[in-house]
């Protein structure tokens, strides 16, 4: 009799077990500035676990707008505070879920062997510098960034008719990667990225010269059931992902 209970247990446990480690799939929406960063910390969960990972990227605005308007995704990761905290108090996203996963950084690149150099920000306003990139500032906070450089520095004004505005950063990096145009205010960590390996020249804007760019993430609605979704959250938290974070040019708090 005892044997067989033994039996039983056994089989109880790994029947349990077996479900546990059902491989899930966990949909996930991106700011575009952290698109390579996730990517490397998807890679190490998916190799730890026996989860997937599916990344859409895009501008935090646009996604905010899509996930109130029932996009299926588990996990938001913004490139600001306030629209996972308007999801969160609007009740798309799961209360105390919210964190900041990184702070970014802004820089002022110019791919190819030009350099910037001397009175970095005022390149600007040479005549060879026929445009310059920055995202949209009404949607894109890093493109709010390099808005508020600009009018701490006076130049707001003189450079209006130079400016190309992306849709997001992603895009705006494409025009300065693409050489479409000179120069212009993208991530650090951009590049920093595979894409770029740090070549070309740039200024690294002071931080006092912009608000911090806390990009948070927050659980949603559609994913506050799902295991799989907490469990990457926590897995972005651990200390391996925040040192890829780092790393990749962010700060952290």
């Not at 700011?31 to 599916?54: G, K, M, R, S, W």
């Not at 990227?57 to 588990?74: C, E, L, R, T, V």
């Not at 992306?166 to 951009?190: D, M, P, R, Y």
């Not at 059931?225 to 992902?241: G, P, Q």
Request: proline share 4%; hydrophobic share 45%; aromatic share 10%.
């Amino acid at each position: 009799m005892i044997a067989k209970i033994h039996g039983f247990l056994c089989l109880l446990f790994f029947t349990v077990g077996a479900a546990t480690s059902v491989a899930e799939e966990v949909r996930v929406a991106v700011a575009a500035n952290f698109l390579a960063t996730l990517n490397e910390i998807v890679t190490n969960f998916e190799q730890d676990t026996t989860h997937t990972v599916v990344v859409s990227s895009g501008s935090s605005g646009k996604f905010y707008a899509q996930i109130k308007n029932g996009a299926p995704f588990d996990v938001f990761f913004s490139a600001d505070v306030m629209r996972p905290k308007l999801l969160e108090e609007e009740g798309f996203a799961v209360p105390g879920s919210r964190f900041t996963y990184a702070v970014g950084r802004l820089t002022l690149w110019r791919p190819g062997s030009a350099v910037i150099e001397g009175n970095e920000p005022f390149i600007l306003l040479r005549s060879d510098v026929r445009h310059v990139a920055i995202a949209n500032p009404k949607t894109a906070p890093y493109g709010a960034a390099a808005k508020e450089v600009l009018q701490a520095l006076g130049l707001w004004e003189q450079v209006q008719d130079r400016l190309v505005r992306g849709e997001n950063i992603g895009q705006t990096f494409h025009f300065v990667f693409s050489k479409n145009v000179q120069l212009g205010f993208v991530a650090l960590s951009q590049v920093l990225g595979p894409k770029v390996n740090g070549s070309g020249s740039r200024w690294d804007v002071p931080t006092h010269l912009y608000a911090p760019i806390r990009q948070q993430a927050v659980l949603l609605r559609s994913g506050q059931h799902r295991a799989v979704a907490r469990a990457f959250l926590d897995y972005v938290k651990d200390v391996r992902s925040r040192n890829v974070i780092e790393r990749s040019g962010y700060g952290l708090e």
